[in-house]
């Protein structure tokens, strides 16, 4: 252990390294490639307002019409099962920051909606407890609609065929309407929201810490990325999508709403006939990263294109964030209705190069004599010069380097270079993954060298997208479809709780992570064990 003073903060840095080298310990592999601090992938579900106040309406509405048909008897059964369904319902809130909120459920509303008897279970009290924890990170936007729905205004077709895979879609109303107006309701069962949870806050923190980082990078156009700005109304006439941003062939474009949307005439008009004035203040982004793209779809909300991705921006957060792993923007939206955002991005399916460059300076001759007297490392890369001792003449210079955990080597895991002799071409590369080379030479008692490090650069989003459309035929003339049902829009958001891998994590700046949280859960006894261990 290094020497370190006697203060707060020195200390701190002294825990958190103390626990990263534990984590990296248990937690990195290179079985299939380099994987570290990797979560896994949660879901938690809560019923709708609507769908509550459509099962408590029935509810009443059935214990009333058994107490007209079936007499005193009737009602006080019909009453047991409705109040059954409405207790149920009201805990069926599965998303909560706390375990002891969730309440374990089985009810007869399971018929109803398809979703099992069991609606919140054991695995939703262990997210409950990851989140009070500090170890979980919600990946979804919010709550997203699941496929499970209830035809409102109309019958509908249960698992019809339909254009697309019909194994998400439960089922989908048969209106004569537009796809997407009032008179195609559909009661929304429920929503989920999507995690990553980690075995620790320490990991947490670092993904949280490291992927920001990536991001950054992009924005600071490191490794060849490339930055298109756009400003642009919130509302504009007739709305549409703004004109397309290239940045290294990712295509983004922006919505705009219609600006007729400010008169309330309109605005109930449009909720009748079709969504076309926002619910929200956020902004939709449609992203393209694709070797050739069609054109994007033709409403945010409810439309589809192939290649094409749809993400829903706070108009009001201005931070960096990723949208794919090659692209990524930051900007928002601000009072007087104008939004200005820039886009940074790496060129498609390749990422940016970046190279890191580690400068190496010893003596060839110190008062002692073996490895490691002098030696440097960048995350997983290390390198140790031998020295000889004061009275060797024409000592030979030693080079040995070791690509392996994060702060140490085992005896075997190191690799000597031949230097004897100095290294002058920039090509000369003594590592494949990462790539790595060197130059460099000795003179005079001195060994100057630099290793450059190549580390591919991505951004690392909290999910990837999907979308898909589910359109069934209900009337064909000539061969042709004349009336369809509604239109189904299957829109996931799959949680990316994997680990970093060597690029990534050798991309990373841990020095400049904030662990103060993370420190703050240690208590005090601990402190004192620590202390007493290392410090003492």
Partial sequence: MPELPDDEGAFSDAVAAAGIMDMIAQEASFDGGFSIFPGVEKECRAITGDFRRMIEFNATVGTALAAYFGGPLGAVLAGAAGADMINAVQNMQCCQDNPEDVVLTSSLISMATGVGADYCDMEDIELAAARLAGRAVQVTPGFVQTNNTLCTLADYVYNAPAAGDMAYARQICSHWTRPWSIANTQTQVDRYQRWCEFDSMLARLIQEQGRQQLAELASQN??????????????????????????????????????????????????????????????YAAICSAESCQEPPGHPIFGYSPGWQIHQLRAEDHHIRALNRYTVVGGGCYEDGTCA?????????????????LDMNWPTNFPTEGWGEFSWSHNNVHFEAYTHGQNVDNPTPRLRMCVNSNFSCQTGDWTEIDISNGIDNIDHYINSSPPISLTGGCSSGECDFRANIEVTLTAKPWSTYSEQTYDT??????GSCVTRASTTYDRQYHPDCSGFTLDEFLALDLGKMDFSKYIETLSEQAKAEFSKTWLD
């Fill in 222 to 283: 490191a490794g060849g990325a490339l930055t298109r700005s756009i400003e642009f109304n919130y509302y504009r006439n007739s709305g549409g999508w703004t004109n397309q941003l290239n940045a290294n062939g990712n295509i983004v474009r922006f919505w705009q709403w219609n600006e007729e949307c400010h008169d309330e005439a309109y605005y109930a008009d449009s909720m009748v006939t079709g969504l076309d004035c926002p619910s929200n203040t956020d902004i």
């Fill in 341 to 357: 955002y820039d886009v940074h991005a790496w060129p498609v399916s390749q990422g940016g190069q970046m190279n890191i460059p």
């Fill in 473 to 478: 035929c209900m009337l064909r003339v000539l």
